[in-house]
């Protein structure tokens, strides 16, 4: 599988982020609020997001956006399919290092890969 992060696979424009805010579910950790949204695309798409509220330096919400890419583009498998994305930076995350990161990304994104499957097992009984 490639490891790379083409342009079909980013959300880009702001209406398709707020369509994931308005009309998606969230899952909250310490450091990333992901927002997601199931989608008729036979991909799954990320976009960031790190508001000046995480840190006022550009440096720092920069190195937290290329961490986020990173962690999606490397575990990709680990994430369901069909998905349209946000990864929402939370002020704790300028504390986390990259494992702590991705452990949580990872773990936020296994939940989502369950309840998928429970509301598909669901509808068949």
Do not use: W
Not at 19 to 45: A, M, P, S, W
């Amino acid at each position: 599988m490639s490891e790379s992060f083409p342009e079909k696979d980013r959300l880009k424009t702001t209406r398709d982020f707020e369509r994931v805010f308005r009309q998606g579910k969230k899952k909250q950790g310490r450091f990333i609020c992901l927002h997601y949204l199931y989608n008729e695309e036979d991909r799954t798409r990320v976009g960031i997001t790190v508001s000046k509220k995480v840190d006022k330096r550009a440096v720092v919400r920069n190195l937290i956006k290329r961490r986020l890419r990173e962690i999606f583009r490397r575990n990709r498998q680990v994430f369901p399919c069909c998905l349209d994305m946000v990864f929402r930076a939370l002020p704790a995350c300028t504390n986390a290092d990259y494992g702590e990161l991705r452990d949580e990304v990872i773990s936020l994104a296994a939940d989502i890969g369950l309840k998928k499957t429970d509301n598909i097992s669901d509808t068949i009984i």
